[in-house]
C-alpha cells in the first residue's frame, strides 16, 4: 500500500509524527514524536542526531512504524505507516533545514541558530527514510 493524496493532506502539514523502533533487550517500543516529510516518492523521512540510540537500533534493524494524528479540535484523522528503514548520511542536514523551516514560527533565535549550525555538520546528522509497507488510515478517508 502506499501513501494517497488524502494521506498527503494530512501528512503534508507541519504535525509531530510518532516514531516506533524496534526496542531493545528488556524495554517495550516506546514512540518519539519527530519531525517529518513526505518525498514525492511517498516515502517519509527525517533526521537525526548520527551518534542517537534510533539511528544505532534502525542500522542493525531497519524497521519502525510512524502514525500521524490531526489535532484534538479537528475531525479523527490518521495515517499509520509500517516500514523498512534506511539510514543516510547525504541530505540530512538539507533536510534538518527544511524541516525547522517548517517547523518553527522563528528560526532565526539564537538558540534555533545554534540548533541549525550543529545540523548543518553533515558528519553529526543522518536522515531515515521509511519505506512503506503498508500504510493504514483510519476513519475511513
Do not use: C, N
Request: aromatic share 6%; hydrophobic share 45%.
Amino acid at each position: 500500500m502506499t501513501i494517497t493524496a488524502a494521506d498527503r493532506e494530512l501528512l503534508d502539514r507541519p504535525l509531530f509524527g510518532l516514531l516506533t523502533i524496534p526496542p531493545g533487550p528488556d524495554r517495550l517500543p516506546a514512540p518519539r514524536p519527530v519531525w517529518f516529510e513526505v518525498t514525492g516518492d511517498g516515502e517519509l523521512q527525517l533526521f537525526s542526531m548520527a551518534d542517537a540510540l534510533k539511528v544505532r537500533r534502525l542500522t542493525s534493524e531497519p524497521r519502525a512504524s510512524f502514525v500521524v494524528v490531526a489535532p484534538a479540535d479537528e475531525p479523527e484523522r490518521w495515517v499509520s505507516v509500517e516500514a523498512d528503514v534506511t539510514v543516510h548520511a547525504d541530505g540530512a542536514s538539507e533536510l534538518a533545514h527544511r524541516l525547522a523551516a517548517r517547523y518553527w514560527a522563528d528560526p532565526d533565535t539564537e538558540e534555533h541558530r545554534e540548533l541549525l549550525a550543529t545540523f548543518a555538520d553533515p558528519g553529526r546528522v543522518r536522515r531515515i527514510v521509511l519505506h512503506p509497507r503498508r500504510v493504514t488510515r483510519g476513519p475511513a478517508v
